[in-house]
């Protein structure tokens, strides 16, 4: 279940966890509020090098100042995927056992996807647990990775391969924090919510999104407001009714298999997983029309609301042969068959289909001829 309101939306993930999500700008009063009602016994931020002047100078400051947090209480970690891994947990739980933390201390994420997972991790695991905030720094942290309580850490074998379901006490989106965000970064959330518009079977999230356009790169928008917090809903909709994926869940990796191989291939260095997953969108529309007999129109309303948003859809020269060695190592491959999630329209899915080799090949040939 969740509720929505005008800035917040209520997660009830079981009769004993439900949080809320507030979305807004400038709100700094009632997060520290909020912050100081969680009655910390002291509170840690794990947050990262690289965010813009307004997330020092402004966000930060104010929140070291108000929760009365000290230097030895912030651990920065470097940004970028390669550092949420296993090797930078060891610095970073010394330094919160070393200032003192228990049990009743609280662990405020602040940063990206990448921040939001690994000082989850280290919510979940350290003391056997404490409880943490999400405080989300990008469009697809803030749509995506905040929410659903999926915390892991990369290992060298492979990304988000050691992970814990812990799910936050409250999650903070300023929208404020968008100013400072990088084009590629946008890019990321957008195809996130791209993915929401096409499993959401109220099928209010698409037409809001195409509508809308050229709202949704602005983050002083209200109409970017409403597509987040949108966004937001349908993810805690899936979330509530399959906490632990053992099923329903699945369906949030709408695109994300040839993401991840592609991501894979290119040694997560080329693009942002945004880039990866708008093209991933493209092949799992000719795979569900190859399939599943997707109508065309759907794929066509699809590229229209991609293009629309300037996300690349093109095979980035690399081969179907090159990827299909990549998903062969995906975690949702079973007996070296990747399995994908699939539309059969807009807003109905199945997930777990089985697609072969030929098939792949065709919907990414197809994806190169159509787009190179
Ligand atoms: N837990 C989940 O359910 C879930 C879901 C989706 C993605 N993820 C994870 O999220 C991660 C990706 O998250 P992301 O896309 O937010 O990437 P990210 O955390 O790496 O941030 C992207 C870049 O934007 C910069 N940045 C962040 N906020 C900024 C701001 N306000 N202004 C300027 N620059 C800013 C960062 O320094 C970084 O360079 C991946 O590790 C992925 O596995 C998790």
Same mark, same amino acid.
């Given at each position: 279940m969740h509720t929505l309101d005008s800035s917040k939306i209520n997660i009830q993930i079981s009769s004993e966890k439900e949080y809320d999500v507030f979305v807004g700008r400038g709100f700094h009063d009632s997060l520290f509020q909020k912050l100081a009602s969680l009655q910390a016994s002291s509170y840690f931020i794990i947050s990262q090098k690289g965010l813009g002047p307004f997330f020092f100078n402004d966000f930060l400051d104010q929140l070291k100042k108000h929760l009365e947090i000290p230097d030895k209480q912030i651990c920065m970690i470097e940004g970028g995927e390669e550092n949420k891994h296993l090797s930078r947990l060891g610095p970073v739980y010394n330094q919160i056992i070393d200032a *003192?933390?228990?049990?009743?201390s609280v662990i405020l994420a602040v940063g990206g996807g990448v921040v939001g997972d690994f000082a989850g991790f280290v919510a979940a695991t350290i003391q056997r647990g404490v409880r943490f905030v999400q405080i989300p720094s990008t469009l697809l942290s803030a749509v995506d990775a905040s929410v659903g309580g999926k915390v892991a850490i990369n290992v060298d074998r492979g990304k988000n391969m050691v992970g814990a379901f812990h799910q936050p006490e409250l999650v903070y989106f300023n929208l404020d924090l968008l100013k400072t965000l990088p084009e590629k970064e946008w890019n990321c959330g957008l195809a996130e919510m791209v993915k929401h518009g096409f499993l959401d079977s109220q099928g209010q999230i698409y037409p809001f999104l195409l509508e809308n356009t050229v709202h949704l790169r602005d983050p002083a928008s209200d109409l970017l407001k409403k597509a987040v917090m949108d966004s937001i809903a349908f993810k805690a909709s899936v979330v509530a009714r399959d906490e632990k994926e053992s099923g329903l869940r699945a369906i949030l990796n709408l695109g994300h298999t040839t993401a991840h191989a592609l991501e894979s291939f290119t040694e997560y260095s080329r693009f942002s997983h945004g880039e990866a997953v708008s093209r991933g969108l493209v092949t799992m529309m000719y795979l569900s029309e190859e399939? /599943? *007999? /997707?109508?065309e129109a759907d794929t066509k309303s699809m590229i229209d609301l991609m293009q629309k948003l300037n996300l690349p859809l093109d095979t980035a020269g690399i081969s179907a042969d090159d990827l299909l060695e990549h998903l062969k190592y995906d975690k949702k491959t079973v007996g070296g068959i990747p399995q994908f999630v699939l539309l059969r329209r807009r807003g109905d899915y199945e997930y777990g289909v089985k697609v072969s080799e030929e098939s792949f090949q065709k919907a990414w040939n197809r994806q190169k001829a159509q787009f190179g």
């Open positions: *003192g933390a228990d049990r009743k399939i /599943l *007999g /997707l109508p």
